[in-house]
C-alpha cells in the first residue's frame, strides 16, 4: 500500500500493492520490495535491491545499490517460519550489504539507529546490532552475534556466531573473532587479542579524563598482568575506584557466555 503522493518509484521497479512506503521514500531501478515490507519516511533505496520477508526500515536510511535485506535465514535449520528484520532510525547501509531474518530461536534480526554497514558487510541471522556502530567492508557477523553501541568493526573481520562485541571496542581489519570483545577494548589478531583501552575511542566519545585513566588501569590489570580473571577481577576491585565504565566493563565480563579474548 503505498501511502503517500510524494513517493519516487523508478519504472522498472517492482513492489508489491501490500508494501507499506511512508511519505518521501524512493525506489530506484530495477529494486524489489516485497509483499510483508515498511518503510518509513524518508527512506532511500538505491537501485538493484531487494527488500523482502517481515521487513521494517525506519526513518531517513540510505539503502545503497544492491542491498538485499529481509531474506532468509543461511540456516539449515530454518524451515520457512515467520521470522523478521527491524531496521532503525538514519542508517547507511552500502553497496551489496546483506541482512537476513531470524530463525525460530529468536525470531528477528535487528539493527538500531545511526550505523554505518560499509559495502559488502553481513548481519546474518538473530544478530542485535545497537547504535552508532561501524562495521567497515565485507565485516561478517555470523548468526546470534551481538553488536553493542559506538563499536567499530573492521574490515574483513570474521565474527563467530553468539559472540558479543562490547560498546566502544574498535577491532582491526581481517581479525577473527571467537571470544566475546570487552567493552572500550583495542583488539586485533587471528584470534583477536586485546591490546589496551580504545583510548581515540573514548575521548570522542567525550568520556570524562578520569574514566579513561580508571579504565587504563582496568586494561592493565585484566590483559597485562599474568593474573586468572577471577584474580584480576578481584585486584580491579581492591584498586579501582567504584566507577560506572569501570563497572560495566566487569560485569560484561561476568556476564560473558563464551568468554573473552585475553590480552597480547
Known amino acids: ?4 503522493e510524494s513517493i519516487k518509484i523508478h519504472p522498472t521497479a517492482i513492489i508489491h ?37 517481515d521487513t521494517q526500515i525506519g526513518k531517513r536510511c540510505n539503502i545503497f545499490t544492491g542491498a538485499v535485506i ?38 528477528v534480526t535487528s539493527i538500531g539507529n545511526k550505523n554505518l554497514l560499509m559495502a559488502y558487510s553481513h548481519i546474518a541471522h538473530d544478530c542485535e546490532i545497537q547504535d552508532g ?24 573481520v570474521a565474527i563467530h556466531q553468539f559472540v558479543c562485541i562490547g560498546s566502544m571496542a574498535i577491532i582491526g581489519g581481517c581479525s577473527k573473532v571467537v571470544q566475546d570483545v570487552p567493552p572500550y577494548s583495542m583488539v586485533d589478531g587471528h584470534p583477536v587479542r586485546v591490546y589496551g583501552a580504545n583510548i581515540v575511542g573514548l575521548k570522542r566519545a567525550d568520556i570524562p579524563e578520569e574514566n579513561i585513566n580508571n579504565l587504563k588501569k582496568t586494561f592493565v590489570i585484566l590483559f597485562r598482568k599474568k593474573l586468572s580473571i577471577s584474580n584480576a577481577l578481584e585486584k580491579v576491585a581492591d584498586e579501582i575506584p567504584v566507577d560506572p565504565f569501570v563497572l560495566n566493563l566487569i560485569n560484561f565480563i561476568k556476564d560473558s557466555k563464551r568468554g573473552i579474548c585475553r590480552g597480547k
Open 70 to 107: 529481509g531474506t532468509a535465514p543461511q540456516d539449515l535449520k530454518y524451515k520457512g517460519e515467520a521470522t523478521k528484520v527491524h531496521i532503525g532510525d538514519d542508517n547507511q547501509v552500502r553497496e551489496y550489504v546483506t541482512v537476513n531474518r531470524g530463525t525460530i530461536e529468536k525470531g
Open 1 to 4: 500500500m503505498i501511502m503517500a
Open 133 to 156: 556502530i561501524v562495521i567497515a567492508n565485507a565485516g561478517t557477523c555470523a548468526g546470534h552475534v551481538k553488536v553493542e553501541s559506538k563499536a567499530i568493526i573492521g574490515g574483513m
Open 17 to 53: 500493492p501490500k508494501a507499506e512506503l511512508a511519505q518521501g521514500v524512493e525506489i530506484g531501478a530495477y529494486s524489489t520490495i516485497g509483499k510483508n515490507v515498511k518503510i518509513n519516511c524518508n527512506t532511500k533505496i538505491g537501485s538493484f535491491c531487494v527488500i523482502d520477508g
